[in-house]
């Protein structure tokens, strides 16, 4: 199994049932770190050396968030757009990544229905990640299946421990 860093971000995880449950399932897994990054920066002034440190020493990492219009609460952007640095992440020195995978765990109000061609959004979940594994293919990364939950909004408790036992099974690969 990789050394895995799951980097969630839920603007309020305590409110949150979806993104709190499918972290409890990843307790007491060996080799997987949780950070809840919206406290530790609820300024969006994110720590980039420790950010780097802390990818540099995984070899899978995690990006795991509830859709907020159709792509991720904005702190993991700011991630992005800061932690990515040229020289680290992306030019001719920018290697600290390559080979490492990136996996997005996803969780969707609208019902799994709704994400298709012909359905009410008009697009599926996977075409919706399309920044994302471009950004992986970019930084060297290998982009894995991502673990999407839709239709949160009406999934029972039945459902969610089943998703949850999903996910630690995907992460334990
Ligand atoms: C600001 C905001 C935007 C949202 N945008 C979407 C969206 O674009 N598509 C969708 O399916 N659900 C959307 N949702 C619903 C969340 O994805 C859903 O509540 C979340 O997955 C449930 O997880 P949680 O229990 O961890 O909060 C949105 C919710 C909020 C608060």
Redesign the pocket.
């Known amino acids: 199994m990789a050394n895995t860093l799951i980097l969630a971000f ?1 603007p309020n ?1 305590n ?6 449950r499918l972290l409890e399932a990843t307790r007491g897994m060996a080799d997987v770190t949780v950070r809840d990054e919206y406290v530790l920066y609820p300024d969006f002034a994110i720590d980039v050396k420790a950010e780097q440190r802390l990818v540099e020493d995984h070899d899978r990492i995690v990006w795991q968030f ?6 991720s609460p904005a702190l993991l952007k700011q991630w992005q757009d800061d932690v990515l640095e040229y020289g680290w992440a992306y030019g001719s020195t920018g290697d600290k990544l390559h080979g490492k995978e990136l996996m997005v765990a996803v ?4 019902a799994g229905e ?2 298709t061609k012909d359905g009410e959004f008009g697009i599926t979940v996977p075409e919706l990640l399309a920044p994302m594994r471009a950004t992986a293919n970019h930084i060297g990364m290998t982009w894995l299946d991502p673990f999407i ?2 239709g ?2 009406n999934l029972s408790d039945d459902e969610l421990e089943a998703a949850a036992g999903r996910y630690a099974q995907a992460l334990g690969r």
Do not use: C, D, I, Q
């Open positions: 839920h995880m409110e949150s049932r979806v993104n709190r509830p859709f907020y219009w159709y792509s969780s969707a109000g609208g709704k994400y939950l839709p949160t909004l």
